[in-house]
Each structure stands twice: as structure tokens, then as C-alpha cells.
């Protein structure tokens, strides 16, 4: 519906252009995601900790968005909502969590003298949503809503971009149980929707266990991408291969809980994902109450499950890139195919030309495609040169429709398909059929 | 691709019961859509100004979202990003607006003691981004680039519920052209464009010239919804059927600009989208520049265009609804359809709940309702208390199944259409050829 096809050159990605003479300076915060998103115009930076979502990865963060809405409501039967940034301190009073959580909390006084808090997170809020009109019957349950919006911290030392930004998209999930037993099916229903979105991203990750700390509650898991720029400590049992955040273990250099032994393997991770076992911790101070099948009244069990959204993509680029050059998971990249025209005035320009606005006609048609499809139509540049852009900008899929594509009998089209760094040369038909290939995650045809 | 079809017993949607013997509030900062949304479980107060938004009407910003990404992208050309909330009050200094705005600015101040304001509009952030790469090409123009965003403002006395919020909901589109008659091209598109979405929305409204104020500029109109609980004074002229906001004539009395008359009815309206021409009053300021055809640099025009989504979506209702039932425009519905199986337990259980089910399988197949339509499956409560709600929730099309569809010869099914306030009774094709009429705006066949 949005467009069935983009130009390039109507797309607003101011790169970064660095003089030669240029003085780099303390790159010690920055990461190679952050620097690679600058360099391609993908963010800017605006201040300590905030940034600029420029077009294209405006893109990607819908495309995330989307994932992530169609995994809630279609495997956890979560319903969206909105909760209001500005949450009352009093709330927070409440929960006991103010004082602790202090330092990093952003907070407003309006012009009543009212302290606001920027929610960082909003185990109070629907908490309190839910109190307020309690206590419901337990046919109700099991309850899950979430939201996906931007949340605050006031990050001591922001870094390495989206990853630890002053404000970032999260979706926060909040799911109420009458007992503990469903609450636990329940951390397994979503346990294992992370797992289905994580292989969707196709990212690999680790699972381990994590500490409840500000959260409180009993049970908790994050998901982690390996990388050296990660600040959790993991540590990887070599015996039964169960992982652990290293706050878990070291309160007391506590041996693995399956297997007992004592040899890890340390890693570091970037958190994208967790789950929490809130228990009653918040159900039970702020009232969030049912009634059972006798009519007697209990104390919801809660759960609470995040998904950094910017930060996934952050990440993920973090893993998955060169030093020079952007490479997305084919679900979130911000085009899946890139086509690369004849350059204006070359000798190829009449014939490929035409071949280029056929091919873009048909690869439009592909399922899945219709507005995915980006035209570097910049043509007073080389071939040679949006090349190399597209690569460093890492669209999953570039076409080149150059000389060979102008050839009198046989025209053929360059396939470059970065999500496996390889190149090969096809006919039209063939060219079609190895995008939609490529795009469907479907076997090499033999 | 979002669940075919949806029951209402899992919908999150706790209705507000007032005991009979309950002391009313007074209520004089509060308006019926603000009653009406509250009543029926779309939104509930979290704070003074700050509501949480339940997932029926959640659904509904979503609609309005996509709406106006549409009408953005396909008509305007214009690309969407996402500018930080938290904004540096430096860069309000710059442009001269801190102070001005002060007492309506919410403010935070992060821990290295740096004043940050929430964003209520981002005037000084979009221009900041294009200063910071330019002079940039004429040939990039025009430059158009828009967000959809939570926005904060420290109402002295928030009020009518989701239409004078302390954060809202907001579309803001920034545009930028190398000259004013451009500038007044891009400003006449947009305005197009707004007309376009009105018209799609189909409440009915009046354009105003508005009052450039806080915001500067030359030119200025405004969109509003006619209503009572309106805050801005308009003046329609009788000859020639202009129309001002007050505010642009009071100063000195000023007569009609086009015919000279001094003749004004007044109406009260409820401003749901603005559009200005900013000139060159942040572009100066910040230094958004661009290089002409011949090299020199050149001061960039702007247009800022803004469309309050919660706002909207609010007016709409207050416009439409009964004083007990709300009406919804069919475009932003939470549901286009609605339909009410047989009481459980009835005698008519067996035979229209089986054509129940037949009709619920088939409406989700006509185009655009795959995933419009709602069963209201609380099959223990009556029809008619049943229909009864639906009404007050106002669900456009509400489809009964009933004693009338268990007749062995000539199954029959009420529909109510609550866009026209009918009522008829079809055979089961005649139904679905309704409700697909209806839906898609057609005239009734003869």
C-alpha cells in the first residue's frame, strides 16, 4: 500500500562525509554499529544519549514493530495498549522502587509542584490499571497487554548509540495469572515466542539465566547476543551447557544449579530480551486483586517481559557487520533488494535502462516485495560507486543492471546477495526466481 | 495478517459501572466524548492529563496512524523519521522560544545538570538536522520529512479527556524548499492533502486562517471540528463565506480580507490540524542553507504541519456521539463490524448459532474486514443487553443472529447500520452483499 517503489535519490541518508585532514576523536564510546549507522546516514546524534532515526532505519524499526506486534497478539494473544509516559511518583513510592531506581530515573515537575516520572518501565502503571477496577473474576485470565513506546533512563554514560540510549523503543509486556503454576505456563508461552522472533531475526543468540535485582519476582531469562562491545558477563557451563548472567553465580561463586559443576566458559552479551517472574510483588502492594470460582478473593501473580526494540537492530548490525560495511537480518533490513540502473550517457544506457525498469516492474510483483524494492536511481553515478554504497549500506539484495545486462543476446544480471556474501550472474527469469529464493529463505534449487 | 477474527470476551475493556447511589462528580471539566470513552472501557485516567489508552481504542489510533502515514507518503512524498523527545534547551534559546514558551514547557533535568525540554513540537530539532549537514544541493529539494510522536505540554488546566492532554499523540511534518513560492506550492499540496484525509475521516470541518503566534511565520490556516465544547472562537464571514480564527481578527476588528464585509457568524470549533508557513524564521536562526544553481547559499523556507492524532480521533467522537452512545467514523472504528450470536441455551442455540458461525466465515473474507470484525462471544448475557452495548460502543455495523435466523424456511439476520441509524432484515447473501456495500461506501442498489 506504501509505495510500490522507492528512489533513492528522494531518500533523505545524509552520509557521513569525513575529510581526510579530519582529527578523529576519543572513540571510546562508540561502537562499530553506532559508527557505521553515522557513516550511512542511518542515525545522527542529537545530544548526550539522543539520536535522530533517520529514514531508512525508520524502516527497519517498523519492520521490527511489525514482527514483534504480530508475535504478541498471534502466539502470546496479548492485546496492544497505550500506558502514559508521565507516571506519578507516588506510584513508584508505592512499590518501594523511587528511592532504589533514583539515579536513573528522568523526572518532570509540572506546574503544580507534581513530580512525574519518565517511565523507564511500567509495572505500576498496569498495575495499577488493573487495581482500579478489581477485583475482576478469574475468568478473565490469563491477561496480557503490552505496548511498544519509548521509554527513559538517565544513562551515567550513554554508548555505543541505540544501544544505551537516554530514551529507546521498548516493548513491555505485562501478564496476570491467578496462581503461580499459570504464571509459569505463561513465561513459558512467551519464553518460547522470544525463541520464534529470535530465529525470525535470525541473530544468534544465548538464553541465560538472569538476576531479578530491581525487577524483584523469582524467575528470570535474558536473551543475549554474543558480542565483544556487550557489557553482561555470561558464563557458559562447559559441563551441561547452561548459561547464567554473572550476577546470578557471583553473590557467592555458586556452582551451576543443574549440574553443579564449577567450570564456565565466560562470553559477553548484549541483552535484548528478557522475562520476569514478578510474583505478587507489585499485585500485592498496589491491590491488583481477583475473585475465584468460590468467590473469594486472591492476589494476581504478574509476569513482565521487555524487548529492547532499537536496541535489537543496534545489535544486530553490531554481530553482523564488517568494520566497513552495514549487514542486517533480512527481516529488518530497510529494503531487501537494491537495483542498481545503467550510469546517464554509458553506452549500455538504452538497452539495460530498459531492462532495469522491467526487471523493477516484475521483482515489485513478488510476494512479500511490493514495497521493498529500492531504485538507485542516482545515474549520474558509476555503476562502481552505488556499488560499493549498497554494500557498505547492506541491503540484503543488490541487482546490477549494467553491460552485461545490455548484451544483444544474452542479457544478464549481477546478483549480489549480501546475507551470504556471494555473487553470481543470471538471465532474467533465473534473476527473478533466485530473488524470491533468497527473500523466502528457500533451498538452492539444483 | 493480525488474527482473523476477534472475540470480545478476551478484549481488555473494563466498562465503568456507576453504582446508583454514586455522588457525580463535577463534572465541568469534562466533555461527553470524554464521559462516553471512559464509560465504555477505551480509556481510562491515570493522572491529571494523562490517560491510559485501552486496547478498543488502541486499535483506532492505529487506523488514524496509518491513515496519515499513507496520506503522507503517497501524497505529500514525504518521509517519515523520529526526532528525540528529549530536546536541549539550548536549542530552544537559539531560536528565541524558551522563554516564550515556558510556562506550557515540560522539563527534565538529567544527572550531569543539563536542561532538557519534552518536545511539544520540533521545529528547532528538524532544522538543527538539516543545518548540521548543510549547505545541501538544491536539486535535494523540496525536502519533506515527518514523525508520529508523543508529545508533552504543561497544561495549566488539562481537560476534555484525550483532547487537551499533558501528552498527545501527534503527526508533525517539517518541510524545507530553496525559495517562498515553492514553500507556498508544498503549502498548498499539503492543505490538499489535509482535505483528502477530512474527507476520508468525513466529519465535517471548517478551514480557518489561523494565527501564526508562538509559532512565527506568514501564513497560517487551521482545521476544525464545529462543537460546543470547541476552544477556539471562529468567525465565518456571511458574504463570502471565509473563514478566521478570532484571534487573526480581534486585534484591531479587522474586516473580512477578501470581500471587506464586517458581518460574522460565530462558531465554536475543536482544532484538529494545523498548517503554517514558517518562512525562514528557524532556518535563519539554526542555519538550514542550500546551494543554488550557481553555488551561492541561500536561506532554506520552511512549513511545519501538524495533526493531533489522539485529539482527532476524540473530536471525532464528540461530533458524531449521542449523549449515550458513541459513533464512531467508519475509517477509525475499533471494529467495522460487529455481530451477536444466539443466547447460550436458547432455543434458537443450535440453528443460528451454527449460521452464526457460516456468516462470521464469510464476512472475514470480504476484502478489507480480514481482520475488522468482532464476535461478541459473551453467549451466557442476552441478545438484547448484548445489542445494547454494541450500540453504545457504536461498532458501525452490528449484525444480529438471533430467532429470526433459526426460521426453518427463511433464515434472516438483523443488521444494524449505526453510520445511518437503519435497521433491515436480510436473507444471508443480501447480508453480505450489505455489509460489503456499506464498508466500501457504495450507493444501495435498487
Not at 226 to 236: F, K, N, P, Y
Not at 316 to 325: L, M
Amino acid at each position: 500500500m506504501i509505495g510500490k517503489m522507492h528512489r533513492l535519490s528522494k531518500i533523505f541518508q545524509p552520509s557521513l562525509v569525513i575529510p581526510k585532514s579530519a582529527v578523529i576523536k576519543n572513540q571510546d564510546t562508540t561502537s562499530k554499529s553506532q559508527r557505521l549507522m553515522l557513516d550511512q546516514g542511518l542515525i545522527r546524534q542529537a545530544g548526550n544519549g539522543t539520536f535522530y532515526i533517520l529514514p531508512l532505519l525508520q524502516r527497519s524499526l517498523q519492520k521490527a514493530v511489525a514482527l514483534v506486534d504480530f508475535q504478541m497478539q498471534q502466539h502470546v494473544g496479548a492485546e496492544k495498549l497505550t500506558l502514559p509516559t508521565l507516571i506519578s511518583s507516588n506510584l513508584w513510592r508505592k512499590s518501594g522502587r523511587l528511592e532504589l531506581a533514583d539515579a536513573e530515573l528522568m523526572k518532570t515537575i509540572d506546574r503544580h509542584g507534581k513530580t512525574l516520572i519518565l517511565g523507564p518501565t511500567h509495572e505500576e502503571s498496569i498495575t495499577t490499571l488493573i487495581a482500579a477496577i478489581s477485583p475482576v473474576s478469574y475468568r478473565q485470565f490469563p491477561l496480557r497487554l503490552y505496548q511498544i513506546s519509548t521509554k527513559f533512563r538517565d544513562e551515567m554514560k550513554p554508548r555505543f548509540g541505540l544501544m544505551r540510549a537516554k530514551e529507546f523503543l521498548m516493548k513491555d509486556l505485562y501478564t496476570f495469572d491467578i496462581d503461580l503454576k499459570e504464571a509459569h505456563k505463561t513465561y513459558e508461552l512467551i519464553n518460547d515466542t522470544y525463541r520464534q522472533l529470535l530465529e525470525v531475526i535470525g541473530v544468534p543468540y544465548v538464553k541465560v539465566r538472569g538476576d531479578t535485582g530491581l525487577m524483584g519476582g523469582s524467575t528470570s531469562h535474558e536473551y543475549h547476543f554474543l558480542s565483544e562491545v556487550g557489557e553482561d558477563q555470561l558464563m557458559h557451563c562447559s559441563t551441561c551447557g547452561l548459561s547464567y548472567n554473572l550476577e546470578v553465580l557471583s553473590e557467592q561463586k555458586k556452582p551451576c544449579e543443574r549440574c553443579n559443576n564449577k567450570n564456565f566458559s565466560k562470553q559477553t552479551g548484549i541483552e535484548v530480551a528478557h522475562a520476569f517472574i514478578l510474583e505478587d510483588k507489585y499485585s500485592k502492594a498496589l491491590g491488583a486483586r481477583f475473585l475465584d470460582q468460590t468467590g473469594k478473593p486472591g492476589v494476581l501473580q504478574m509476569g513482565c517481559y521487555g524487548i529492547g526494540i532499537t536496541r535489537l537492530i543496534a545489535a544486530s548490525i553490531e554481530v553482523q557487520s564488517s568494520e566497513t560495511d552495514i549487514r542486517w537480518p533480512l527481516a529488518i533490513a530497510p529494503f531487501k533488494v537494491c537495483v542498481i540502473p545503467p550510469k546517464e550517457g554509458s553506452k549500455e544506457e538504452t538497452v539495460a535502462g530498459a531492462w532495469a525498469e522491467k526487471l523493477l516492474h516484475e521483482v515489485c510483483k513478488i510476494p512479500g516485495l511490493e514495497s521493498d524494492v529500492l531504485v538507485d536511481d542516482r545515474n549520474s553515478m558509476t555503476i562502481g560507486r552505488r556499488l560499493m554504497e549498497a554494500k557498505k549500506t547492506g541491503y540484503p539484495i543488490v541487482i546490477v543492471v549494467g553491460t552485461k545486462a545490455a548484451s544483444e543476446s544474452n542479457e544478464l544480471f549481477e546478483i549480489y546477495n549480501q546475507l551470504q556474501e556471494t555473487q553470481i550472474v543470471l538471465g532474467f527469469n533465473e534473476t527473478l526466481l533466485e530473488i524470491d529464493r533468497i527473500c523466502h529463505n528457500r533451498k538452492k534449487m539444483k
